[in-house]
């Protein structure tokens, strides 16, 4: 059974980071794209970035360009979102995603809040 | 950047309605076109791809159609388990988008 398991998230003040973590099992990481899918609590979704099994394709939406970096440790069946610079328009869910596009399996979600 | 606009934006049905919603992208998107279901403090589920192929274990009571810039997702006979917000999404092109949401509410 494939499963997905977020952590990480938080409280932080606007202009700090967090690193959100999705611990992967029941599937083999690398053999996959990997996503993470926001959402606004009691608003709709919102795709953030995508990464290939390797890693070695990489890909954002335009709001978190150069502020947030998606990676993966396939050894450790992990996949990465390190947040900088946060701004209280990131304060969402953030769900990690199998695939690249059609995003067939979700965790739980963490929750990020951005506020001073 | 592809804009998916879906309609209605809430809808009120009774277990039994057939009911349609309707996705309309800014572009044409082929048939990449995704239909997700989410409960309230739930992950979305993804039910349908290619604009008309269920997922294993999807109930053949939703139905998938369109191409190109208007997709429709049907449902035949809704049961108390259906009440939920639907999304589409387009798997045409970076960044990948989605719909607003449909809220299906009971009548």
């Known amino acids: 059974e494939v499963q997905l398991v977020e952590s990480g998230g938080g409280l932080v003040q606007p202009g700090g980071s967090l690193r959100l973590s999705c611990e992967a099992s029941g599937f083999t990481l690398s053999d996959y794209w990997m996503s993470w899918v926001r959402q606004d609590p009691g608003k709709g979704l919102e795709w953030v970035a995508n990464?290939?099994?390797?890693?070695?394709?990489?890909y954002y939406v335009d709001s978190v360009k150069g502020r947030f970096t998606i990676s993966r440790d396939n050894a450790k069946n992990s996949l990465y979102l390190q947040m900088d610079s946060l701004r209280a328009e990131d304060t969402a869910i953030y769900y990690c995603a199998r695939g690249g596009g059609n995003f067939v399996s979700w965790g739980q979600g963490t929750l990020v809040t951005v506020s001073s | 950047d592809i804009q998916m606009t879906q309609s209605p934006s809430s809808l009120s049905a009774s277990v039994g309605d057939r009911v349609t919603i309707t996705c309309r992208a800014s572009q044409t998107i082929s048939r990449y076109l995704i239909w997700y279901q989410q409960k309230p403090g739930k992950a979305p589920k993804f039910l349908i791809y290619?604009?008309?192929i269920l997922q294993s274990g999807v109930p053949s009571r939703f139905s998938g159609s369109g191409s190109g810039t208007d997709f429709t997702l049907t449902i035949s006979s809704l049961q108390p388990e259906d009440f939920a917000t639907y999304y589409c999404?387009?798997?045409?092109?970076?960044?990948?988008?989605f719909g607003q949401g449909t809220r299906l509410e009971i009548k």
């Open positions: 990464i290939k099994g390797d890693g070695s394709q990489k």
């Open positions: 999404q387009q798997n045409y092109s970076t960044p990948r988008t």
């Open positions: 290619a604009a008309s």
